[in-house]
């Protein structure tokens, strides 16, 4: 599966972004898909997944109760929706897409086969 993201930007602290990730060359409603990003200097870090068709969801403390994810099976989309945006947010943004992962794998980066290109969003303070 090929992945393209999308939407990032420069905004302002308690502003909001919406990531896109658009996938294709694959059977969509299969794959679970994840976000992560990484900072300047900072190693890679799971930011939220999504699975299955019960739509199992999993996030990073850091940015629980202002990130959501969504995924659109019709479009074969994954949104990043992120409000209240912070100076320690910025990074670049990747999404990854996974077949096999298990619901206690779904955080970690090596379990995802497929990764995008990357999207970078900086949030000024």
């Known amino acids: 599966v090929q992945l393209q993201a999308s939407g990032g930007g420069l905004v302002q602290a308690g502003d909001s972004l919406s990531l896109s990730c658009a996938a294709s060359?694959?059977?969509?409603?299969?794959?679970?898909m994840a976000w992560f990003r990484q900072a300047p200097g900072k190693e890679r870090e799971f930011v939220a997944a999504?699975?299955?068709?019960?739509?199992?969801?999993r996030y990073a403390d850091s940015v629980k109760g202002r990130f959501a994810i969504s995924r659109d099976n019709s479009k074969s989309t994954v949104i990043l929706q992120m409000d209240n945006l912070r100076p320690e947010d910025t990074a670049v943004y990747y999404c990854?897409?996974?077949?096999?992962?298990?619901?206690?794998?779904?955080?970690?980066?090596?379990?995802?086969?497929?990764w995008g290109q990357g999207t970078l969003v900086t949030v000024s303070s």
């Open positions: 990854a897409a996974s077949r096999t992962v298990i619901v206690s794998s779904m955080m970690g980066d090596q379990a995802y086969a497929y």
């Open positions: 060359g694959g059977r969509f409603r299969d794959y679970t």
């Open positions: 999504i699975k299955g068709p019960a739509s199992t969801l």
